[in-house]
């Protein structure tokens, strides 16, 4: 297995079958252009993508820079063969590389396959939180705000 850093979109949209849907082109390059913005690919023997994560750095005044571990995707067919824990580590090298003080994720408390991938990846429980979010129609307009 290799694992790779993307930077073009045909990259990406090579190993959309990752995804959750197929990666929007706008999007794409907006993710890639980003400064802080990571997305890894891991691939089989034959060269076919198998796996992804992305990952987002995120900077707070008082806290610093810390990796945000935004997506993971392995395959059907190489998932528990260790491809998303390899991706993990790798993430894990980048932001340490980058000066990131740690790395999080938020998952679903009844998913355990996910929980059991990022305890073997070592990340550990940090306690009960909730997550709250807000949805937007994408092809609404939002107005700029006030300088």
């Not at 929007?24 to 076919?48: C, E, I, K, N, Q």
């Not at 198998?50 to 995707?73: A, I, N, Q, R, S």
């Amino acid at each position: 297995m290799r694992i790779d850093r993307v930077t073009e979109a045909a990259q990406v949209h090579r190993a959309a079958d990752l995804f959750d849907r197929p990666p929007r082109s706008a999007a794409t390059a907006v993710f890639l252009a980003a400064p802080g913005h990571h997305l890894l690919v891991a691939y089989d023997d034959h060269d076919d993508p198998v796996g992804m994560v992305t990952g987002v750095e995120l900077t707070h005044p008082d806290k610093g820079t810390e990796m945000f571990v935004y997506e993971l995707g392995v395959a059907p067919s190489a998932r528990r063969r260790g491809v998303a824990t390899a991706l993990l580590h790798a993430l894990g090298a980048l932001a340490r590389s980058r000066g990131c003080y740690g790395m999080w994720v938020a998952v679903d408390t009844d998913n355990d396959a996910a929980l059991a991938t990022y305890a073997r990846a070592g990340a550990r429980d940090e306690g009960d939180c909730t997550v709250r979010g807000w949805t937007w129609n994408p092809d609404d307009r939002v107005p700029s705000a006030p300088a």
